[in-house]
């Protein structure tokens, strides 16, 4: 891939299986992406360089995922003028309840973009509408990717209603 253009951060190692959800919907429209652990608590430097060189290295748009206190994207929201899409993580002690606020509670001044709990794939899915509004082809691939869920769905509801199942209810 050429240069990437999307940065996914997430705090730990652990943080891995959910924010690769979102790097599987950037390969799947052709999107160059790069992914790094940043903490924002051990690593507080290396995020602000991070952040900091994001835009001079080509970034368009940053994933951050993170879990607990969940500082990592409203602290990357508070360096960059880049969008900032945070992903908060489960947690073991409040299912990830605690992430969610800590990242959709932002200050006014510095928004930070927030989907489901565990909800990287549609970070990944919205970066690809952030950069689909300068992008004709992106917009046309995402239309075609719209349009097989649609399909996907009437398919599925057909093959229901034509199951001898559900033929044979009183539904």
């Known amino acids: 891939m050429n240069n990437p253009i999307v940065g996914i951060i997430m705090g730990s190692d652990s943080d891995l299986p959910v924010m690769q959800e979102a790097s599987k919907i950037l390969e799947e429209f052709g999107i160059s992406y790069e992914m790094n652990i940043v903490s924002a608590h051990r690593t507080p430097d290396w995020m602000s360089q991070y952040t900091n060189e994001a835009i001079k290295k080509g970034l368009k748009v940053i994933i951050a995922g993170a879990g607990g206190s969940a500082h990592l994207p409203g602290m990357t929201a508070s360096i960059t003028t880049l969008p900032v899409i945070g992903v908060p993580i489960k947690t073991k002690s409040l299912d990830g309840l605690d992430s969610l606020l800590s ?15 565990n909800g990287a794939k549609n970070a990944g899915l919205l970066a690809v509408q952030i ?27 057909s093959d229901l209603v034509s199951s001898p199942r559900r033929r044979g209810s009183s539904a």
């Open 103 to 117: 990242i959709v509670q932002m200050p006014p001044g510095i928004p930070v973009a927030t989907v489901s709990i």
């Open 131 to 157: 950069l689909a509004t300068n992008d004709k082809k992106l917009t046309e691939k995402l239309d075609k990717f719209r349009n097989n869920m649609k399909e996907t769905v009437l398919k599925k509801n």
